[in-house]
């Protein structure tokens, strides 16, 4: 079946630097792919998302490029701040028996310290 | 602008205990899902629904129930709560981003009910 594996966290960093969170995928057909992040004590929320291959979400200084080649989607920021500090999840659509649904990674704690 | 809002945000229960969180959203949506977060497991699905009347069972749907009798409410029942249902439930609800051929859905979703039994 679908699948999405995330690379492990947390991820600690220094403010400025730069950001890489892994997410690879498993699935028939062409999905649509997505990065969510949770902050604390709150819901999800839609980060970037891509619909087909090559497509590149971007949104808040963040990016990910949709590779069909290497069935990924990392996440990249060029410098990081505080108020980036979250959970992150890898997410792809799975349109099997019409229902939409997510299908997520376990979540990369990202920690982000001044 | 309320989105989606859970009931209730908190609560706690005795093992064998029966409890309702419910789901609203107001943004005429077609389409609600129940999924639980655990640590090191990330969200995973327990109930869905794409319509009004309609609900279908997602990867973990063990121990609970769902209905869906209003487009914008979703309810998620647990009959006889057990300790491995001590979770973080987000309710999310959706609209198709394009064509249905794109695939993208983009969902909303939640703040949370924490729940914990014992």
């Known amino acids: 079946g679908n699948s999405v594996t995330q690379m492990e966290g947390p991820v600690t960093l220094s403010e400025e630097a730069f950001l890489t969170i892994n997410c690879t995928y498993t699935?028939?057909?062409?999905?649509?792919l997505f990065w969510y992040v949770q902050y604390p004590g709150e819901g999800l929320q839609l980060l970037l998302k891509?619909?087909?291959?090559?497509d590149k979400g971007s949104n808040k200084g963040f990016e990910a490029t949709y590779r069909k080649e290497t069935t990924s989607f990392h996440l990249e920021k060029g410098s990081v701040q505080v108020s980036d500090s979250a959970v992150y999840f890898c997410?792809?659509?799975?349109?099997?028996?019409?229902?939409?649904?997510?299908?997520f990674g376990q979540g990369t704690t990202l920690q982000v310290k001044p | 602008n309320a989105g989606v809002t859970q009931t209730p945000k908190f609560r706690v229960l005795k093992t064998g205990q029966s409890m309702t969180l419910l789901c609203a959203q107001d943004m005429n949506h077609e389409y609600m899902y129940w999924y639980r977060q655990d640590p090191g497991m990330g969200l995973r699905l327990i109930h869905y629904?794409?319509?009004?009347?309609?609900?279908a069972k997602g990867e973990v749907p063990d121990g609970y129930n769902v209905s869906r009798l209003k487009k914008q409410n979703f309810l998620l029942g647990l009959e006889s709560a057990a300790p491995s249902q001590t979770s973080v439930y987000f309710c999310?609800?959706?609209?198709?981003?394009?064509?249905?051929?794109?695939?993208?859905?983009?969902?909303?979703f939640g703040a949370g009910s924490r729940l914990t039994v014992l």
């Open positions: 999310a609800s959706s609209y198709i981003a394009g064509s249905p051929s794109s695939g993208a859905n983009v969902l909303t």
């Open positions: 997410a792809l659509s799975d349109w099997s028996g019409n229902t939409g649904k997510l299908i």
């Open positions: 629904s794409v319509g009004e009347g309609t609900t």
């Open positions: 699935a028939t057909g062409y999905p649509s």
């Open positions: 891509a619909t087909k291959a090559d």
